[in-house]
């Protein structure tokens, strides 16, 4: 595996296209005051939730429908220069970050529901929807979206970067909950993939290709997806353990087991200590599960009742439970409020996040000898996991001013995924590859494999102007 990442040498300066001034005034006469270059609004396009930083874009285009997205992009095309979609800023691996300079285009204005069809449990909807948006809007159907990132993302931010979150453990991720899409390709031309049907053999799968493309194909344009009707019976518990080991124990028993479980989340200790000082929870500052149990009134209780025996075994106490919404609301404010707590814990650090996946039955090996270093590291972390899936993250708060915790940080970021990849795993479950994890890919998916995604990318982007840059080199 090659050496740590340094993600320096990722963003030269020397590698900005030039954009030129004709394709500037081209852009602003035809979008007017929606093409922005204002250096604010440049600056809070060219970054995300990312400790990296790179030039801005040259120039921001807010887009209100797919006839605007195309024309964008046909005008860029052009002249050759990158274009990076823009949802709503939330990815954590250096996604947006205009690495060879460029255009951003948001779609966050695009955030019309289009159609809910509830009979076939299938909405579709804009780019720009956010998941809570589409959940409020739908919520008189009897119906819901699941996937839930910890940030408010928009659908094709989601659908760009694969995501998950709590409920894909019983729900799946956007791969198995996105059935058709419509596509602004790298030439302008607008193109569908998929059907509103539940399953089809028609050709190459070309919804699947974009999901988890991060911008680097095209621009979604609008996305049918799955939704479910609300369970009749919910029913949420926390648990704290005597060791991470035993809330991890019991995650895999359960999971063994083929319990239903909607979610089930980790919280390590330190992470626990630091939401009790943001939210005042008063919680016991050990390992703690964060779990949910969704089905008919009968059925979550024989669930939960199979989840608290296990728990016990290896020595789970204090479980306490939630069935009203606002009970359920007040025991998940820990998980809702970790990363936020984390970085109050200290004031002007910056986060480098981790996100491997491991298989289930690999999850205690992968995350103890992982805590081990974390602590022997000293750097302050927090640790939280949708562990159902055998997927966690450290999130290491680094000082900024102190450039020997982030080689640190990078340092344990690298043997960690070494482990998870040795392990069977993947170096990242859901947040992608960005530029951040572009030097694990080929560890992970092989010079061939790597070697095919260059290939397919040629081909539908021969021009390189797709948010080049990321996931891998050209
Ligand atoms: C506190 C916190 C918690 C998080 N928890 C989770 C979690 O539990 N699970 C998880 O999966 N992620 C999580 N994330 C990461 C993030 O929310 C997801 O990656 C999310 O899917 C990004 O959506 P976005 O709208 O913010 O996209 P952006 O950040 O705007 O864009 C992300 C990528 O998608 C591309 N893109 C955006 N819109 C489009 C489009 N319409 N067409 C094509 N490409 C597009 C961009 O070019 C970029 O490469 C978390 C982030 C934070 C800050």
């Excluded at 030269?12 to 609004?41: W, Y």
């Amino acid at each position: 595996m090659n050496a740590p990442t340094a993600i320096s040498h990722l963003v030269p300066e020397s590698h900005q296209r030039e954009v030129p001034a004709a394709l500037i005034d081209a852009l602003k006469s035809r979008f007017g005051d929606r093409c922005s270059t204002a250096m604010a609004v440049r600056e809070q396009h060219g970054r995300d939730e990312s400790s990296f930083d790179a030039p801005p874009p040259a120039a921001v285009i807010f887009a209100e429908s797919t006839e605007d997205v195309a024309a964008a992009v046909k005008l860029v095309s052009e002249h050759a220069v990158p274009v990076i979609p823009f949802g709503v800023g939330s990815s954590l691996e250096g996604h947006l970050l205009a690495v060879q300079g460029g255009i951003s285009i948001d779609v966050s204005r695009m955030n019309k529901v289009l159609s809910v069809n509830a009979e076939d449990l299938t909405v579709t909807v804009q780019p720009g929807v956010t998941r809570k948006q589409l959940n409020e809007e739908i919520k008189n159907t009897g119906l819901f979206f699941p996937i839930d990132p910890g940030a408010d993302a928009s659908i094709g931010g989601m659908t760009a970067t694969r995501a998950s979150g709590t409920n894909a453990v019983r729900y799946g991720t956007m791969r198995e909950n996105v059935l058709a899409l419509e596509v602004v390709t790298a030439s302008g031309e607008v193109i569908r993939t998929g059907t509103r049907a539940k399953k089809s053999s028609a050709g190459y799968d070309l919804t699947r290709l974009f999901i988890g493309s991060e911008g680097t194909l095209g621009v979604v344009t609008e996305v049918t997806l799955r939704i479910y009707p609300l369970p009749e019976a919910v029913s949420a518990a926390i648990c704290s353990f005597p060791s991470i080991e035993a809330a991890v124990r019991t995650v895999i028993q359960t999971i063994q087991l083929g319990v239903p479980i909607a979610r089930v989340e980790l919280i390590d200790h330190h992470t626990v200590r630091m939401v009790n000082a943001y939210a005042k929870l008063g919680l016991r500052e050990e390992a703690m599960l964060l779990m949910e149990f969704h089905g008919s009134p009968a059925g979550v209780k024989e669930q939960a009742e199979t989840v608290q025996e296990i728990a016990s075994e290896f020595g789970g106490k204090a479980f306490e439970w939630a069935s009203t919404p606002e009970e359920r609301t007040r025991l998940w404010t820990a998980r809702h409020n970790a990363y936020f707590a984390a970085v109050q814990s200290r004031p002007g650090c910056r986060v480098i996040s981790t996100d491997t996946c491991v298989p289930i039955s690999r999850l205690a090996d992968c995350l103890l000898d992982s805590v081990a270093e974390a602590d022997a590291s000293g750097i302050p972390y927090f640790l939280v996991g949708h562990v159902g899936d055998g997927n966690f993250h450290f999130g290491y708060l680094l000082d900024p001013n102190a450039p020997e915790e982030r080689i640190t940080a990078e340092k344990l970021n690298h043997a960690l995924v070494s482990r998870a990849l040795a392990l069977g795993g993947t170096c990242t479950g859901e947040h992608g590859v960005g530029l951040h994890k572009m030097g694990f890919l080929v560890d992970e998916a092989g010079a061939g494999a790597v070697d095919m995604m260059r290939t397919i990318k040629r081909a539908l982007d021969p021009k390189n102007i797709m948010n080049p840059g990321k996931i891998f080199s050209l």
